[in-house]
């Protein structure tokens, strides 16, 4: 198989900044697999890497690694895709962004031989999937703020980026703007346990149903101490990166939030659905600022969710690809075969 890798420079409509910082300019790379058939078919798999610095990735990292991955790929047969993903991990195992892309570029080439769209190959049920949030990033001051509930008013999910000594006031104002929303927040590790402690309550008055990853990644004990006095239900993000994650994490948190570029495949990120569920745990999948290219690989199994918040797409203002969308929060596939890309 022949792999070809491309960065895209994309920039989001406001600078999308959390406890960890922020900017406006992100790169991702575009991979693209083709094999022996492409030359009658023509057909060729898509997937995109989306790296972050917090899991030690940068578009330079995934080029370097994918060119570790081209030897691999040219005697690989595409259809074993199980045991390709299991030669990638093998190969680099701390790049899950740029394993990540290969898996999607791979799933999407089968899938457009079958011709289907991807979900059908996987025998799910597009029709069902979980609603996505849309975020509100850390805006530098209130009228900001203001503004930025205003322009995702169509979204009836609203997930909060918390971290800074005016998460109480982040949190009342958002409510003053969409009365009628579902809240969410997500502390990314920000918190310590009594920080947690002391913003419950403020958090309950604005009737938040779901608090994201309030300590760092490592506490996991802090975790079970917020989740045992938490009014609304605790879910692990940065704490759960791969499916043998999840069995430490029972008993700590109600759910946790998979992501394909911090897993590193997506039958990965299905293994997790499958063992969070057998813990009888709350599902959620989550992005990071992704075109629609990455979106779409994990909108394809949004109907094995309980939620999702797929909009890295959405904060976009230069998106390359047009794919599925989410208006209103709604995950919309269609039946173009594959993951339903195509360049703008």
């Not at 045991?83 to 570029?105: G, H, M």
Request: charged share 25%; hydrophobic share 45%; aromatic share 4%.
């Amino acid at each position: 198989m022949q792999l070809i890798a491309e960065r895209i420079a994309v920039h989001t409509r406001h600078p999308f900044v959390i406890a960890r910082g922020g900017t406006s300019a992100f790169h991702v790379v575009w991979v693209r697999v083709r094999d022996a058939q492409s030359a009658d078919d023509g057909l060729e798999g898509w997937g995109e890497a989306a790296p972050s610095r917090f899991y030690g990735e940068t578009a330079e990292t995934v080029m370097g690694a994918l060119s570790r991955f081209t030897p691999l790929l040219e005697l690989a047969d595409g259809w074993s895709i199980d045991a390709i993903e299991r030669e990638l991990e093998k190969t680099l195992r701390w790049n899950a962004a740029a394993r990540c892309a290969v898996s999607a570029a791979l799933h999407d080439l089968a899938a457009k031989r079958m011709g289907v769209p991807l979900y059908a190959l996987w025998g799910l049920d597009a029709s069902t999937p979980a609603r996505s949030s849309f975020t509100i990033g850390i805006a530098p001051d209130d009228a900001t703020l203001r503004e930025r509930v205003r322009e995702a008013a169509s979204y009836p999910i609203l997930k909060i980026k918390l971290g800074t000594p005016r998460d109480a006031d982040v949190v009342r104002i958002v409510r003053e703007e969409a009365p009628h929303a579902i809240l969410r927040v997500d502390a990314n590790a920000a918190w310590t346990p009594k920080r947690a402690l002391a913003m419950l309550d403020v958090l309950a008055t604005h009737g938040v149903d779901m608090l994201e990853q309030p300590v760092a990644a490592h506490d996991i004990e802090g975790l079970r101490f917020v989740r045992a006095r938490a009014p609304m239900d605790v879910v692990a993000d940065e704490s759960c990166i791969v499916a043998t994650d999840i069995p430490k994490l029972h008993g700590a948190v109600d759910g946790v939030n998979i992501k394909l570029a911090k897993c590193g495949s997506l039958r990965e990120a299905l293994r997790m659905i499958a063992v969070a569920r057998a813990h009888g745990m709350r599902v959620m999948c989550g992005c990071m600022i992704e075109t629609t290219l990455g979106i779409a690989a994990a909108a394809h199994f949004s109907s094995l969710l309980d939620d999702a918040d797929l909009d890295g797409a959405a904060l976009l203002a230069d998106d390359p690809f047009v794919g599925p969308t989410i208006p209103a929060g709604r995950i919309v596939l269609d039946n173009t075969p594959g993951l339903g890309v195509r360049r703008r």
